[in-house]
């Protein structure tokens, strides 16, 4: 037989049945039964006969082992059939177009024809190469997805994004679609965004690949078989030029007549529409302040260890914030390298959203991306580019806003905990809790009337360098209307902040540990209180920022 693509020895002893884990093929004989000279020998053959037997065991599971999402992820495709599919009508633009029941009827026509030409054989989803595309039935915000694909020689698909085309698939040796000879995984259809991918990732024909595609807003970000190949780019709106991608739409496996094979095709939702509804009807109609000129905002998510489910849902809330209002543009990032000086310097604050952990140390990508540039370092030397740029961005007259978990970070960097105003120490109230509003008359206090209110949320309690001696707080727990017997309580002072802003150089800082749990980011309230935060961080909006005193806590 052969193991491992080395051929084995036969079998030493004939045996019909073993209780041993060791396959029946390979059942050695006792070394007492053998001529004293061959039993070492035999020992060391039966020891390498086992070894190459059961890797060869545990590749055929690894292999087989088909539709197992990560941790996090969901399955797409069940592997056994095509539920939670449909057949493809038309395009976005004319679907909407349509009426219930042409559109009821049209579905119909193409669920029939999906049928026909898609099928699950053995795990894999297998088209034959007619009929229509295949797309998913219900639709999606933003999402992190995991697809396999391969294809036969001159192949040619695609993956569409909320309805709109396309994370190229095809064959990079086919030249007539092809001249450059470029890879999978870059925006096809893009006209003034990046449209072909970065690297040439493909495997050869007929073997399986793995995209991992992220989609945030309208940007997209590709890894094909672990090499980033599509960075953050703009999806363009191919159905309609003059208007940004879809928030919502069904994810569609795209065809070109070719035969095309999918297995193992996980989604996490990062927002669903239902969030983004939610979202949309809790925003303010307009913004307390219209600014003088076009304000820029870094919206950054970038977090070590533990992950807040609520950091998109958070991310998405600050971007469609400014887009409601006028207020400011927002791009929303993980990307360490946005904080280099030369482009950093392109925005006029930085919002943090849950940016848990020791984040400001480089990692292995972060020092590539830098070297494509032109910027060879070391780890040592890019974190204290990154340091000293941040700190310089925000004295030098910009804003810095955190929420909830960017007080719970970067402990190694004292400087940081000074500009975020103090650093988490446990949060012994994950219930409904009272808030007290420290300064009634502040402008930033006017979303909430002046007056003290509740809120279900984890709430935390700092230490060092927290100190109302260098911080003007707004809010912090009303002890009066909180269960204060919770085990985990440090403080002995009765002084639990919760928002505050300060000065930083020209800067200004706005914090707030409010945002652990996604509803908070479609709270009314909150939400016109974090608009007015960002707007008091860029300056349009006034307000006092000298420091409270130790005697305002509560004792």
């Not at 006969?49 to 399955?75: C, Q, R, V, Y």
């Not at 193409?110 to 049928?115: G, H, L, T, V």
């Not at 919770?486 to 800067?507: E, L």
Request: aromatic share 10%; hydrophobic share 35%.
């Amino acid at each position: 037989m052969m193991v491992g693509g080395l051929r084995s020895h036969p079998p030493l002893c004939e045996t019909s049945k073993t209780t041993s884990p060791i396959p029946a093929n390979i059942v050695p004989c006792p070394p007492e039964l053998l001529p004293e000279e061959n039993a070492t020998m035999l020992r060391l053959v039966c020891c390498v006969g086992l070894l190459l037997s059961i890797a060869t065991i545990s590749f055929a599971e690894e292999e087989t082992k088909l539709n197992d999402p990560p941790k996090g992820f969901k399955l797409l495709f069940n592997g056994k059939d095509l539920t939670g599919w449909k057949g493809l009508v038309a395009n976005p633009k004319a679907r909407a177009e349509m009426s219930k029941e042409e559109l009821a009827a049209a579905q119909a026509k193409a669920d029939e024809s999906m049928r026909a030409h898609w099928k699950a054989e053995d795990g894999i989803l297998v088209f034959d190469g007619k009929g229509q595309s295949l797309c998913t039935a219900k639709d999606y915000a933003d999402f992190e997805m995991y697809v396999d694909f391969k294809i036969k020689k001159a192949g040619d698909s695609g993956i569409y994004l909320r309805g709109s085309p396309q994370v190229q698939i095809w064959d990079p040796t086919n030249l007539g679609p092809n001249p450059k000879g470029v890879g999978s995984g870059g925006l096809y259809n893009n006209k003034e965004n990046p449209s072909e991918p970065i690297a040439n990732a493909d495997k050869p024909v007929g073997e399986w690949n793995t995209f991992f595609i992220r989609m945030v807003g309208d940007r997209v970000t590709v890894k094909l078989n672990g090499e980033l190949v599509t960075d953050d780019v703009v999806l363009e709106n191919y159905w309609e030029r003059d208007k940004p991608i879809y928030r919502t739409g069904q994810i569609e496996l795209q065809n070109h007549g070719n035969t095309l094979y999918f297995r193992n095709i996980y989604i996490r939702e990062l927002v669903t529409p239902e969030q983004l509804e939610k979202m949309e009807d809790a925003m303010p109609e307009e913004a307390r302040v219209q600014p003088e000129k076009p304000e820029d905002v870094l919206v950054f998510i970038r977090y070590d260890g533990f992950r807040h489910s609520s950091i998109p849902v958070g991310a998405v809330a600050v971007q469609m914030l400014g887009e409601k209002t006028g207020a400011y543009s927002a791009r929303i990032t993980n990307d360490l390298t946005m904080l280099a000086p030369e482009t950093l310097n392109n925005y006029n604050a930085v919002v943090m959203v849950n940016t848990t952990g020791e984040w400001i140390k480089p990692r292995p990508e972060d020092l590539k991306k830098l070297a494509a540039a032109g910027q060879e370092m070391t780890a040592e030397e890019a974190e204290a580019m990154f340091k000293k740029s941040l700190l310089e961005f925000v004295s030098n007259g910009n804003g810095l806003v955190g929420f909830h978990a960017a007080s719970d970070a970067n402990y190694q960097w004292p400087e940081f905990g000074k500009m975020i105003g103090g650093y988490f120490h446990g949060h012994p109230w994950h219930e409904n809790v009272g808030i007290k509003v420290d300064d009634p008359d502040h402008p930033l206090m006017a979303a909430f009337g002046g007056e003290g209110f509740n809120v279900v949320d984890e709430i935390y309690q700092f230490r060092d360098p927290y100190s109302r001696d260098a911080l003007h707080v707004l809010l912090s727990l009303d002890v009066e209307k909180t269960n204060m017997e919770k085990r985990g309580i440090h403080r002995t002072d009765g002084d639990f902040a919760v928002s505050w802003v300060r000065p930083w150089g020209k800067g200004r800082v706005f914090y707030s540990s409010l945002g652990h749990r996604e509803e908070i980011y479609w709270n009314p309230q909150i939400l016109k209180f974090y608009l007015d935060g960002i707007q008091f961080s860029l300056g349009d909006l006034d307000g006092p920022t000298a420091p409270s005193t130790a005697e305002t806590a509560q004792n």
